[in-house]
């Protein structure tokens, strides 16, 4: 068997600590709105039923610990988004996981900046179309080395923070998702197979804002790593 067309290389994360170890992305899946104070400022009030959209797995932007990260800041929009994001990486894939054995699934967790062109997205809301355009351009998943799971004290008391230029522009706590990591796994594994490589962004709280092009942008989750990207 032979390709036709050369295959695609796909996303590659590095894995935080290793020596040259890396993490082969499958799919990317994003939590819409899994914050309350962040489902508030976009309109939305409640413990509503969580959903998802997908980023291409090479929408990626690995960023290597220590190092300024540089993302292009992309076409047709005016009005880029920050939104600070713990990623779940999964090891065992599954499907119809028991929240209950959720956790067994993981491999690991990285900081991640959902970048949104909040202008399209808007649009296509209005229009009920597809937000794809919004969400899911090249670059638009910024996210730092990947950290084990062992290596990794994540609980409520977690601490997630975006600078940008030097000022915190978000700030929250992973206790304060609105659907846990487990739950968050357990409902997405209904709808689809979880595969090993899959990525899962979990949301992002309040203080999402615009950001333009010499800004940068610093995010941290305590204990798993932090993430800084320069928009050019």
């Given at each position: 068997m032979s390709h036709v067309i050369a295959p695609p290389a796909g996303g590659i994360v590095p894995v935080a600590g290793s020596a040259g170890e890396t993490f082969p992305v499958h799919r990317i899946y994003c939590v819409g709105r899994n914050y309350v104070e962040h489902a508030k400022e976009m309109g939305f009030t409640g413990r509503e039923p969580p959903f998802f959209f997908m980023k291409p797995a090479d929408a990626v932007l690995p960023v290597a610990e220590g190092e300024t990260g540089r993302m292009p800041y992309p076409s047709l929009t005016k009005s880029l988004h920050?939104?600070?994001?713990?990623?779940?990486?999964?090891?065992?894939?599954?499907?119809?996981?028991?929240?209950?054995?959720?956790?067994?699934?993981?491999?690991?967790?990285?900081?991640?900046?959902?970048?949104?062109?909040?202008?399209?997205?808007?649009?296509?809301?209005?229009?009920?179309?597809?937000?794809?355009?919004?969400?899911?351009?090249?670059?638009?998943?910024?996210?730092?080395?990947?950290?084990?799971?062992?290596?990794?004290?994540?609980?409520?008391?977690?601490?997630?923070?975006l600078e940008v230029n030097g000022r915190v522009r978000q700030q929250s706590t992973i206790g304060k998702l609105i659907w846990s990591i487990a739950e968050i796994i357990e409902h997405l594994s209904a709808a689809w197979e979880l595969q090993p490589g899959d990525l899962i962004f979990t949301g992002t709280p309040e203080g999402v804002a615009a950001v333009e092009r010499g800004d940068v942008l610093k995010a941290e989750v305590a204990g798993v790593g932090r993430l800084q990207v320069m928009l050019v």
């Open positions: 920050h939104e600070v994001e713990l990623v779940v990486a999964i090891g065992t894939g599954g499907k119809a996981i028991a929240a209950a054995d959720a956790m067994r699934h993981v491999w690991g967790y990285a900081i991640g900046l959902d970048m949104t062109r909040r202008d399209l997205q808007g649009e296509a809301k209005k229009q009920g179309r597809p937000w794809d355009i919004g969400k899911s351009f090249d670059h638009s998943a910024p996210i730092g080395p990947i950290r084990r799971a062992s290596e990794c004290k994540v609980d409520a008391e977690t601490r997630i923070t």
